[in-house]
């Protein structure tokens, strides 16, 4: 069992009979540390880095008085907090005022009697060590704002002292800060940190409670006086990029409006965080009011989530394939297996309301293996109808490719319905090769060992494509949708597809066009020796009947 290590006690005093009788008193209880007089007590201060829970002090003395060292050490924000007893005679009413006055925080009188000083010594530590436990818990140490639950603690007895007042609680974000922390430093972060935390209380003005949320999260709540603009929190930012020293600092923040008194104050922080999160990613948008149309908005996303377990129970998400191209004979090469919801209250629901959600709360897993399965039946199908069946594509995420049974659940899925791996081709969008090349670099090298296509959807959307390309394992290139639907159309981009469809060539790759819309747009393609895509200039996604019949009309209805 750890025994507790004794509470340091400073005993300075000239007089070496008294100082010895202190510590005798102190010793079975404390750590006592003896000085003479004031500047060697400053010595042993400095000496112990200010490790003391209390100092007695003799007033009387040579070198430095105990007046002196008081003052001193109320000069120095290490050892102010100390709290210090001062001896006097009995009859040092006036030493006793004085030595009050400039500090301390009590007295004992000469001649010493110990049970007196040592209930002395306890009670004051004991009340040091509580207001050190209030003041930890009520104030956040790094920036000195109020903590989270003393600010909403505040923030409801001001509510609810000026019930006729308008308020609004501000909250802010910090795009990136992790970013922040590992490139620069923990100690350049908290540099932010302060200065994010003077930023607020100079811009309230003694006006607003502040406070320091959590990470990289500060909220204020501040009386409604004017309208916000967006030059207000661009200075706001600039300022604390200034005075952070750092010149990579972007700022978002969030202006709830506090018209609901009853809901709890962490859930009105809560709506100005999302107003702020909302707003991420948007250039030169520095603030955002959580109003109606955000909390619509969040309502729907959150029914959105609420149904998606009984959607994928109740079969409402339902595949459609957009057919592919090859462009010299117009021959349909394959296809891509996209996902449309049927809700039975919202109707048919586009990918782009609910593929982001599912995406940021791990459920895009559940819904790929969905889509693999519908797909892999439908290739089945087409066997046993005796249709000449053509490669399916389908969508891995990032998620599925950080799962290590992915190509396990794949060989299932081609082992069930009896099919060929290479019919079922995969794709991975190329910003996923960056994030953890190594990784994804072994995982598409199984899949291909055990006989999966693998196409990199969007090439050209990233940075590092081309350094990529040499080393990534794939068959396919998607070409974005952007380099093809480029307006208006220059020699340049004409010239960078060419160059990319010739590389493709060069490293006997496929490569696809997405996104053809035009008859324009085919030409192009066909020009510079593309071979396949897919577009609405060919045809939208369809439900997998339709799409059958389009594979008669192919030409491809029997073998």
Not at 266 to 275: I, K, N
């Amino acid at each position: 069992m750890a025994v507790m290590a004794k509470r340091k006690i400073l005993v300075v005093e000239d007089n070496d009979l008294n100082r010895s009788l202190l510590c005798e008193i102190l010793k079975p209880e404390y750590d006592v540390v003896e000085a003479e007089n004031g500047r060697e007590a400053l010595e042993r201060l400095r000496q112990y880095a200010g490790d003391f829970s209390l100092i007695l002090l003799d007033i009387v003395m040579p070198v430095m008085d105990g007046y002196e060292f008081l003052a001193a050490i109320k000069e120095d924000p290490k050892f102010d907090s100390i709290p210090v007893i001062v001896t006097t005679q009995n009859d040092g009413e006036s030493e006793e005022v004085a030595a009050l006055s400039c500090g301390a925080a009590d007295f004992v009188a000469k001649p010493y009697k110990p049970q007196i000083i040592l209930h002395r010594v306890a009670s004051i530590i004991h009340l040091r060590e509580t207001a050190a436990l209030v003041n930890e818990f009520q104030f956040d140490r790094l920036t000195g704002l109020s903590s989270k639950g003393f600010f909403c603690r505040q923030v409801e007895e001001q509510l609810r002292q000026n019930p006729e007042k308008e308020y609004d609680i501000i909250c802010s974000d910090i795009v990136n800060f992790k970013l922040i922390n590992d490139v620069f430093g923990i100690p350049a972060g908290d540099r932010v940190l302060k200065a994010i935390a003077q930023c607020y209380t100079e811009n309230t003005r003694g006006r607003g409670i502040c406070s320091h949320f959590h990470a990289d999260q500060f909220a204020c709540m501040i009386e409604h006086r004017w309208e916000y603009e967006e030059s207000m929190f661009q200075k706001a930012g600039a300022w604390i990029n200034s005075i952070s020293q750092t010149q990579s600092i972007v700022m978002k923040w969030g202006i709830y409006r506090i018209e609901d008194r009853n809901i709890p104050v962490e859930q009105m922080c809560d709506r100005a965080l999302l107003a702020a999160r909302n707003i991420k990613g948007q250039y030169n948008k520095y603030f955002a009011y959580y109003d109606e149309a955000l909390r619509s908005r969040l309502l729907q996303e959150q029914e959105i989530v609420d149904s998606m377990e009984q959607a994928l129970q109740g079969e409402q998400f339902e595949i459609y394939l957009q057919p592919k191209y090859r462009i010299k004979d117009s021959q349909m090469v394959g296809a891509e297996a996209l996902v449309r919801w049927n809700h039975p209250k919202w109707g048919r629901q586009s990918p782009a309301v609910f593929i982001p959600l599912f995406e940021q709360n791990g459920f895009i897993t559940r819904l790929d293996e969905y889509v693999w399965d519908k797909a892999c039946a439908v290739l089945r199908d087409w066997e046993e109808q005796g249709l000449c069946p053509v490669p399916i594509s389908v969508n891995v995420s990032r998620a599925d490719i950080y799962n290590v049974d992915l190509p396990d659940i794949l060989m299932k899925l081609i082992h069930k319905y009896h099919l060929p791996p290479a019919c079922l081709h995969l794709e991975i969008t190329e910003s996923a090769y960056t994030e953890n090349p190594r990784q994804i670099i072994n995982t598409v090298n199984r899949l291909r060992e055990l006989g999966f296509m693998i196409e990199m959807d969007d090439f050209g959307s990233g940075y590092s494509s081309l350094h990529m390309l040499h080393e990534m394992p794939v068959d396919i290139l998607k070409l974005d949708m952007r380099f093809v639907q480029s307006e208006p159309v220059t020699q340049v981009n004409q010239e960078i597809m060419r160059f990319i469809v010739n590389l493709t060539h060069l490293m006997k790759l496929g490569v696809v066009a997405e996104g053809v819309e035009t008859a324009e747009q085919l030409e192009r393609l066909q020009e510079i020796g593309c071979e396949c895509v897919q577009g609405y200039y060919f045809a939208k996604p369809m439900p997998v009947k339709e799409f059958e019949l389009h594979l008669k009309k192919s030409g491809m209805g029997g073998r």
